[in-house]
């Protein structure tokens, strides 16, 4: 009875949590503001669906409980996918000796059996999380045991517990309460217990008509009025940009905790699950390859998926911001709109502030398209629009955005770096006829001396033709290697000097990037303003990557 039950509800709830994954992907800002928490648990969720519906018509508990735990192991998608494969596999193991008819003391073995495998899995859980829930809806299932209560009123108090634990994350997770959500992960876990609860007992989607003493509209609505979606433009949840994921197949014994030392040593949120010999492989790392070397080692990798974490979390915010313009009421259009592109979230802050309209992420290593651009001005309510590339390699797409736009007017500023876009934006019109507003921008950008400070990643040669060994500290100036040496503080320092040796000017706008610390950062400005006391400093943090130190002298 129960192994029908399942695959008959199963279905349901997945399909349910397929329908809020879009929204499920806006909640996420732990451990990263990536945004796929949804569609990770929708992917996990249905390739349970398909093992389930390969099972024969009198498959019993135990074929049941494989079939979920293969399901959910082989398609288990990021760290909220491997840690839900986890706890339906403790669910389905749990029901295997289930009596029949199911009892309330059922439900609490194959919940406690849940919590036991899931903990299992996570080297370092944190409160307010998937597994938060997962622990007080086991406590509540005790308790209804305790009490004997039917199997009814144990699913309905569970699922009310569910929806009032998902309230409470915000209150563990000082992230969550700074970013208005509850845990995205917890939510869709929610969502999912409350539909396949309803399936099972022949409700519709919204329950209802509660046996317990709570009152399960408020338990709702509790959880919901927490679900308050905001942007979220800081990349702050994790130092590492991708989310590596992969099956693993061992062709021999290997030392488990071993492997997940060294998981730990390459990043963060490590999850290695299964047993000998399939396994399923989740890290957040900067070197998915030493990833793959490792486990190659022990046998052989297959369904590779690596993720940028970084480029997911501003697509989410970007869809945020269209969801919020689509809401609010037409207005009418402005005369002028800026689109600027930004290598980091300081950057983007800064013009924001200036005037831009629509910030599209990007930068050396990660150009946007033509398509992202465009995009982007259509986003912006003007009549005309002025894009800012802020790199030179992004220019020729900026040009073609411009001559593809049919609806809009578009021009382009070719500024090469952010500071030159400072100053452009400083020497807007705002009366002026966009033509002459573009020659006055194109104008102030030109007469910009910028430098950039980054680290060499192959051997090279310097303009004057002296060797550059990789890992030394370039300083580049105009587009030109002039400084090579071992510390930015001194490459920094000394580009300066040979910039105001060649034209003496007034003030240094700089950017620390997201690899500096702040003490490093003021290091680096208090040796400027010692050696150049009549230089007017103005220091930012651009939170670009790759580039400790960006700067621009006028």
């Known amino acids: 009875m129960i192994a029908k039950t399942i695959r008959t509800c199963f279905p349901v709830a997945a399909k349910a949590v397929a329908d809020k994954a879009e929204d499920i992907n806006k909640l996420n800002v732990f451990p990263v503001p990536d945004g796929d928490t949804g569609t990770n648990m929708s992917l996990t969720l249905g390739s349970v669906v398909k093992e389930l519906s390969a099972l024969p018509a009198d498959a019993d508990m135990e074929a049941v409980a ?25 669910v389905a193991e749990g029901l295997v000796g289930a009596g029949s008819p199911t009892s309330s003391a059922d439900i609490a073995q194959a919940l406690r059996r849940a919590v036991k495998v899931a903990f299992q899995a996570v080297r370092k859980p944190v409160e307010g999380t998937i597994l938060t829930v997962l622990r007080d809806i086991s406590t509540k299932a ?20 569910a929806y009032q634990s998902v309230a ?7 992230v969550l309460k700074e970013n208005g959500v509850v845990d995205s992960g917890a939510f869709g876990f929610a969502i999912f217990l409350e539909n396949f609860v309803a399936a099972a007992l022949g409700r519709t989607a919204q329950v209802e008509d509660f046996a317990t003493t709570f009152d399960a509209g408020s338990a709702r609505d ?4 927490r679900v308050k979606i905001e942007a979220n433009d800081d990349w702050e949840g994790s130092e590492y940009r991708y989310c590596n994921e992969f ?16 998981l730990a040593s390459m990043g963060d949120c490590e999850l290695l699950v299964g047993a000998y010999p399939d396994y399923k492989v989740h890290v957040h790392s900067n070197t998915p390859n030493l990833v793959l070397e490792h486990m190659l080692r022990f046998g052989q990798v297959y369904e590779v998926f690596i993720h940028n974490m970084d480029m997911e979390s501003h ?34 802050e800064i013009l924001t502030s200036m005037g831009v309209d629509v910030i599209v992420f990007g930068g050396q290593t990660m150009n946007p398209s033509t398509a992202d651009l465009l995009d982007a001005v259509d986003r912006v309510n003007a009549e005309a629009v002025i894009i800012l590339p802020d790199n030179g390699n992004i220019r020729m797409a900026a040009e073609a955005a411009a001559s593809a736009c049919a609806d809009k007017r578009v021009f382009v500023v070719p500024t090469k770096t952010v500071p030159q876009a400072f100053s452009a934006l400083f020497a807007v019109m705002p009366d002026a006829p966009v033509e002459e507003v573009v020659e006055a921008m194109a104008e102030a950008a030109s007469e910009v001396r910028d430098g950039e400070v980054t680290t060499a990643v192959r051997d090279s040669q310097a303009a004057d033709g002296s060797p550059i ?23 920094t320092l000394e580009c300066v000097r040979r910039m105001q040796a060649e034209e003496e000017g007034d003030t240094l706008t700089i950017l620390a990037g997201s690899d500096l610390s702040d003490e490093a950062f003021e290091e680096i400005v208090a040796a400027i303003e010692e050696d150049q006391p009549d230089l007017e400093i103005d220091p930012h943090r651009g939170e670009q990557p790759l580039y400790p130190v960006i700067f621009s002298i006028e």
Do not use: Y
Request: aromatic residues 4%; contains cysteine; hydrophobic residues 40%.
């Open 66 to 90: 494989g079939a979920i735990t293969h399901g959910s192991l082989m398609g288990a998608r990021g760290n909220s996918g491997v840690i839900t494969s986890q706890i339906l596999r403790g």
């Open 142 to 161: 005790d308790e209804c045991e305790k009490k004997r209560l039917t199997v009814e009123e144990t699913l309905d108090a569970i699922v009310v517990e």
């Open 168 to 174: 409470r994350t915000p209150d563990l997770l000082p």
């Open 222 to 225: 509790s959880a919901l009025d």
């Open 247 to 262: 099956l693993f197949r061992a062709e021999r014994p290997f030392d488990e905790e071993e492997c997940l030392e060294f």
């Open 315 to 348: 697509e989410r915010t970007a869809k945020i911001h269209a969801d919020e313009q689509a809401a609010a009421p037409a207005e009418p259009a402005k005369p002028i709109g800026f689109v600027a592109v930004a290598a980091g979230s300081g950057q983007a």
């Open 469 to 491: 060994r990789s890992g030394d500290v370039m300083g580049i100036v105009s587009g030109s290697i002039d400084v090579v040496g071992s510390d930015v503080k001194d490459v």
